[in-house]
């Protein structure tokens, strides 16, 4: 992937609505041993909690925090999970002052979870803070790290889990092998049988990350023919919808070139229009914006181009 298009990908929210829409998923796939003692009947997606760093005058926000019951109890614990998209500089220490504001607001135990999606570096993360004396250990802090890049997509191949289809796209993957990927994830995403909302948001998520290029494409349409017949032909449904969708992104993004050529046209010939009139242009349809670019040649005064503007609803 390039880093233009990687740049453009908004990880956070992909990232944060993956793991909300499946967040019991989520646990099984990576934590099965918390499934042991969580009533799943239980689960409360908290806002998300702002934090400011006084000596640095930074804000940070938490990304997801839940809260939980144990079974059989009457008590209840909160997993808060933060997605990473980036290596940086002192995180662990972060995540330890998220886990002692949210101790201190909530008094509750808390299971803190570090998904890693970076592609580099493939170095292991750290995992915990710690404060030490030559004589004394004041604090060690641990924490629970998915590094995606360390994982090996293989290994989630027969895992009936909707997180597993979405992540694998993410994992270590030898670039010869992302046409396979691709079609391994959808495979596995068909055979879950979701509801039309959730297959679009992990179809979306593994097409984000996994844009091929026409060589890769060619190689990912062999990996389908491959495929028996009831899958290939619900992953190219799933194609099909992103060939649609991205006709008619393209389609969207040539009409907002062409009211943004008028709207330079306006101002060149008119002078500088007001918010008000410009936003004004903006809502009038493909049609309306085609038959404006020619009368623009009529018109001499920002009134003109008023009156013609009012002309339309009468």
């Known amino acids: 992937m390039n880093k233009n298009m990687t740049e453009s990908i908004d990880h956070d929210r992909l990232f944060k609505e993956l793991i909300s829409t499946f967040f019991l998923e989520f646990i099984e796939l990576f934590f099965p041993e918390i499934i042991q003692y969580l009533d799943p009947n239980s689960i409360i997606l908290l806002d998300k909690e702002i934090f400011t760093d006084v000596t640095a005058g930074d804000k940070y926000e938490t990304d997801l925090i ?6 059989g109890q009457p008590s209840y614990f909160l997993i808060h999970i933060e997605a990473e998209s980036g290596s940086r500089r002192k995180f662990n220490q972060r995540m330890f002052r998220y886990f002692a504001r949210l101790h201190e607001k909530f008094d509750l135990p808390i299971y803190p979870i570090v998904i890693f999606s970076y592609d580099s570096p493939k170095t292991v993360a750290v995992n915990n803070y710690q404060i030490n004396f030559p004589d004394f250990e004041v604090l060690k802090f ?5 590094q995606l890049n360390q994982l090996n997509w293989r290994d989630f191949l027969n895992r009936q889990n909707p997180v597993a289809s979405a992540l694998m796209s993410k994992m270590n993957i030898v670039v010869a092998d992302r046409p396979k990927v691709k079609a391994e994830c959808l495979r596995l995403l068909v055979t879950l049988k979701l509801n ?14 996994l844009r091929l290029n026409q060589i890769e494409e060619e190689k990912f349409k062999t990996e389908l023919g491959s495929l028996i017949a009831e899958e290939r032909e619900e992953v190219m449904q799933i194609v099909t919808s992103w060939m649609e969708q991205g006709i008619e992104r393209g389609i969207e993004r040539g009409i907002e070139r062409e009211k943004d050529l008028i709207v330079r046209q306006i101002n060149r010939k008119l002078g500088k229009i007001d918010a008000e009139l410009e936003a004004q242009i903006r809502s009038l349809n493909v049609q309306v914006i085609e038959l404006l670019g020619e009368a623009i040649f009529d018109l001499s005064t920002i009134e003109d181009l008023q009156n013609w503007l009012n002309n339309l609803q009468s």
């Not at 839940?66 to 079974?71: G, H, I, N, S, T």
């Not at 039309?196 to 990350?209: E, V």
């Open 142 to 146: 641990n924490y629970r790290v998915i």
């Open 196 to 209: 039309p909302a959730k297959m679009q948001l992990i179809s979306g998520f593994i097409d984000s990350y």
């Open 66 to 71: 839940a809260k939980v019951q144990f079974l």
